[in-house]
């Protein structure tokens, strides 16, 4: 009996440590993330978000609080991480975006300006 506990405990670990892995994936996947790569990253970086979610949502249907709580400790640092670097990501392109419409109401007033001179 000790024997199989043990090795549903290391199950437990190493699903665990497999979330972990992608999680620290998907953080690497939005570190490298940019407007050429956007769209391939981001994929990449949703995939392996939703493996994890299936891997965690395993050990959360063992219905086993220390197990729960475990996973919890462990992916909550890289989680949050993830988090505050996707809000940056979305920054980065909210503030791109405005730079190009801001370009496009001046060239827009340069042409009004242009016609307005003839």
Known sequence: MD??????????????????????????????INQYNFDEKFNQARNKMIMAKKLRNEII???????ISFIKQTIEPVAKQISKRYDNVVEEFN????????????????????????
Do not use: Q
């Open 3 to 32: 024997f199989n506990i043990t090795i549903l405990m290391n199950s437990k670990t190493d699903i665990t440590r497999r979330i972990k892995i992608l999680l620290e994936d998907v953080l690497n996947e939005f570190e490298e």
């Open 61 to 67: 249907n063992s219905n086993n609080k220390d197990d």
């Open 95 to 118: 503030l791109a975006a405005n730079a190009v419409l801001k370009e496009l109401f001046i060239i827009k007033n340069k042409k009004k300006l242009t016609i307005y001179h003839r």
